[in-house]
């Protein structure tokens, strides 16, 4: 009987043993998931850095950062304009799908989003800057609960280019604040605040910090920044026609000041990430929702084509532990990749709503992908708009080599990109591409297909999502 006693005893002590260790080990698994730190800027071009060798402008923190991340040097923004690839950010979906293409409309409240998905997964989710996924007016409080797409901690603004009297919105309070100063400073602070606080917290975050930089206001930099650039210095790329010169150099200084701003700004948050202990388990991302053409093809902003709109940083700094080499590569990673990349290297499972394709393995070695990617603009509007600006409704392939559009009528724009990296010459029609053009055309339709495209005039498509619009074709807003 005592015999049994003690295997009793010593059997309860194994078992005990045994929950305490598959305790501690779900414990261990709980601290060892990433925390997540997206950067997010507005109209910052990919070739507008040191790193990419921009002979403007020194990006010393950023290309330190670089040097240690997987970086995604061909990243398209696949309808380059903010709010379509915002919602496509955080639902892993095409612009025809969660039906935001164009600025200033909401992004459907049921949506699948990135935030959501984290939260279920115990991680603590903030947002801080522009949101602009909301549709009830540029300077109004996007409202807590379901507009705010799954986000807790909130420090944002609809959208607001004002960066030295900028608005934004604190958590559950309505009243309207203003950031003290150039916000892109205080809105790093306030994710660096954040982020220190997570220190105490027993789970992991993931935080968006957005900002509205170096989107044209572009003389609006603090001084010191501004005194940095002499436009009679800048050195135009070749694409930009002599009528727009001096005001490109002009606003391309001033562009310029914008982004040596935040470039500080990522050495600082890099540094407390550092010194918090959290450097090490953190996956950060650096991008922007689409370029700024600044005068190349005689034109400004986005929305069209053209290398200097659609390429775009897309840099992942990843912990050791996942063990994947930092360095460039080719692959045209899209807007709506960036979603199910995220959740696969966090090991969350990715939601059958979303369409874009995780580049996990891809990083890691075991799979090729992204040899050519889709562009789009389906309702032209704003800075680009038919009536004003001759702009068009256009679908495009975009392949390592070449850039493929057609618009309503046909081919369009076809550029080799190796050749011509300025995009100077067209080749539409040139004997000497028509295979290539067949080939391309055959590729863009059959990914048309694929997708459920059917490419039907842009109005079309503004019936259906039941958008208001002016004169132009712009959704119309409300400050």
Not at 184 to 209: G, W
Not at 373 to 387: A, D, E, I, K
């Amino acid at each position: 009987m005592k015999g049994s006693n003690c295997l009793i005893i010593l059997w309860g002590i194994i078992l005990l043993g045994s929950c305490e260790g598959k305790k501690k080990t779900e414990e261990a698994q709980i601290v060892s998931k990433p925390n997540v730190l997206l950067l997010l800027t507005d109209q910052w071009r990919a070739h507008a850095t040191g790193y990419a060798e921009d002979p403007n402008i020194a990006t010393p923190h950023l290309d330190s950062l670089a040097a240690i991340s997987v970086n995604f040097k061909n990243a398209v923004s696949g309808m380059p304009v903010c709010s379509p690839f915002r919602a496509s950010l955080l639902t892993g979906q095409r612009p025809l799908t969660h039906g935001v293409f164009m600025n200033d409309v909401q992004l459907d409240t049921n949506a699948v989003t990135l935030a959501k998905v984290f939260n279920k997964q115990g991680y603590d989710t903030g947002y801080i800057g522009k949101w602009h996924l909301d549709g009830h007016g540029r300077l109004q409080n996007v409202a807590p609960g379901k507009r705010r797409q799954g986000f807790q901690f909130w420090k944002g603004n609809e959208c607001t280019h004002d960066y030295n009297n900028s608005v934004y919105y604190d958590s559950d309070d309505p009243n309207r604040k203003i950031w003290d100063g150039y916000d892109t400073f205080e809105q790093t602070e306030a994710a660096i605040d954040y982020i220190k606080e997570r220190n105490s917290s027993e789970n992991p975050f993931m935080m968006i910090l957005s900002y509205g930089t170096p989107h044209a206001p572009y003389h609006t930099a603090p001084l010191e920044y501004r005194n940095r650039f002499d436009p009679e210095k800048i050195r135009l790329r070749r694409n930009v026609p002599d009528s727009l010169k001096q005001r490109a150099k002009k606003d391309l200084a001033g562009y310029y000041a914008h982004i040596a701003a935040l470039d500080d700004m990522i050495g600082k948050l890099v540094k407390s990430l550092k010194e918090s202990g959290q450097l090490d388990n953190t996956i950060i991302l650096f991008t922007s929702d689409h370029g700024d053409l600044l005068g190349s093809h005689g034109a400004y902003k986005k929305q069209q084509p053209y290398e200097e709109s659609v390429r775009v940083p897309m840099l992942y700094c990843l912990p050791e532990k996942f063990k994947i080499a930092p360095g460039e590569r080719e692959a045209l990673m899209n807007s709506e990749d960036i979603m199910p990349t995220l959740l696969s290297l966090c090991n969350i499972p990715i939601p059958n709503t979303v369409e874009g394709l995780d580049y996990r393995p891809y990083m890691e070695g075991k799979e090729e992908l992204g040899h050519a990617t889709l562009l789009s603009c389906v309702q032209p509007f704003g800075q680009w708009n038919r009536v004003q600006h001759g702009g068009r409704e256009y679908r495009a392939i975009k392949t390592l080599r070449y850039t493929y559009a057609r618009d309503l009528n046909g081919p369009w724009l076809l550029f080799d990109n190796i050749n011509d990296p300025y995009q100077l010459f067209n080749l539409v029609g040139n004997e000497g591409y028509t295979t290539v053009q067949d080939n391309l055309e055959k590729d863009l339709s059959h990914r048309l297909k694929e997708t459920g495209d059917e490419f039907l005039p842009g109005m079309e498509y503004v019936k259906r999502w039941g958008y208001p619009v002016d004169a132009t074709g712009t959704v119309p807003y409300t400050h």
